[in-house]
């Protein structure tokens, strides 16, 4: 049973709002695409535990907690009726060393250990269920799941799963006797419940009105789109989308990088780069937005 849906990261949002709109210097970039990788991996490894496992488990994706000011992240737990699977997932590609406790590059250069991003995320996760009186093992493991992910040097007894031992893991799992009731239930409920929307720590591009590219951005590839009355095409990969659902995509966009300010009609056509009549962006706008007067202007929410 899924207790929490997988959440796209919020400041992989913000990257793929602002990605076609303003210069992303190299650092961005490589930031985005860093975190686009995380979360398609994450994903991944979603869909292998709800493909594979037939055993009685819940599964909960994706959790940002806080114990005694400190936050930790959990990519996924499995909680089954006697012990608890915390993975955290990587999408690595390539080959890695392992020296001790450093982890590295081929070419030598040093990388953040996830082993110890790891062992931190399982102590402060065994503090905060000691908080809830549950005293049930945790069993951490780090999961590549990229099968060009390699290794070496790596200790027996690492808490890691590879791509190729997954069919293995798999059996393990579905062995194992579990049976869930509503103890279990109401754990993963306050753990969920627990979750923060995002770390105060997240950093994405400034950006502000005035300095970001206007028009309809197409969803494949970020590239402007034409209006071509009904619908509009993408003038990169020509994809096409009617014009409705462009505009309310576009639309959802700007509430999003600019919540604070009001939705209004001049503002969305400028938004959007739509010129004269702005009947097709007032359109949209009433059908799926409330309407809102306030002295001698309206604007919508």
């Given at each position: 049973m899924n207790l929490k849906?997988?959440?796209?990261?919020?400041?992989?949002?913000?990257?793929?709002?602002?990605?076609?709109?303003?210069?992303?210097?190299?650092?961005?970039k490589q930031q985005y695409a860093n975190v686009q990788k995380g979360f398609?991996?994450?994903?991944?490894?979603?869909?292998?535990?709800?493909q594979n496992l037939s055993c009685d488990y819940l599964l909960v994706k994706g959790l940002l907690l806080e114990h005694r000011g400190e936050l930790f992240q959990i990519d996924t737990l499995l909680i089954f009726?006697?012990?608890?699977?915390?993975?955290?997932?990587?999408?690595?590609?390539?080959?890695?060393?392992?020296?001790?406790?450093?982890?590295?590059?081929?070419?030598?250069?040093?990388?953040?250990?996830?082993?110890?991003?790891?062992?931190?995320?399982?102590f402060l996760l065994q503090q905060l269920l000691r908080k809830l009186e549950?005293?049930?093992?945790?069993?951490?493991?780090?999961?590549?799941?990229?099968?060009?992910?390699?290794?070496?040097?790596?200790p027996p007894k690492l808490p890691v799963l590879f791509s190729g031992q997954l069919n293995r893991f798999k059996k393990t799992l579905n062995s194992k006797p579990?049976?869930?009731?509503?103890?279990?239930?109401?754990?993963?409920?306050?753990?969920?419940?627990?979750?923060?929307?995002?770390?105060?720590?997240?950093?994405?591009?400034?950006?502000?009105?005035?300095?970001?590219k206007k028009g309809v951005t197409c969803i494949k590839c970020a590239t402007f789109m034409s209006d071509k009355e009904r619908k509009w095409k993408c003038t990169g990969c020509g994809h096409e989308e009617d014009n409705e659902t462009a505009i309310l995509r576009n639309a959802k966009e700007y509430h999003f990088l600019f919540p604070d300010k009001k939705m209004i009609t001049n503002v969305m056509s400028e938004w959007c780069e739509i010129n004269g009549s702005k009947k097709k962006i007032r359109r949209v706008?009433?059908?799926?937005?409330?309407?809102?007067?306030?002295?001698?202007g309206s604007y919508y929410v």
């Open positions: 849906d997988r959440e796209e990261p919020i400041e992989l949002k913000y990257f793929r709002f602002l990605k076609g709109r303003m210069f992303l210097s190299s650092d961005e398609e991996g994450e994903v991944k490894f979603d869909r292998w535990i709800e009726s006697r012990e608890i699977y915390l993975f955290n997932v990587k999408n690595h590609v390539g080959d890695y060393y392992s020296n001790e406790d450093k982890w590295h590059f081929m070419s030598g250069a040093e990388i953040k250990s996830p082993l110890l991003q790891l062992q931190r995320s399982d549950t005293n049930t093992t945790i069993k951490p493991s780090l999961v590549f799941i990229h099968p060009e992910f390699i290794l070496y040097n790596a579990s049976k869930i009731d509503r103890k279990h239930e109401r754990l993963a409920e306050r753990l969920v419940s627990l979750h923060l929307d995002h770390s105060p720590h997240t950093r994405w591009p400034d950006y502000d009105f005035q300095q970001l706008l009433s059908k799926h937005f409330r309407h809102l007067s306030q002295g001698r």
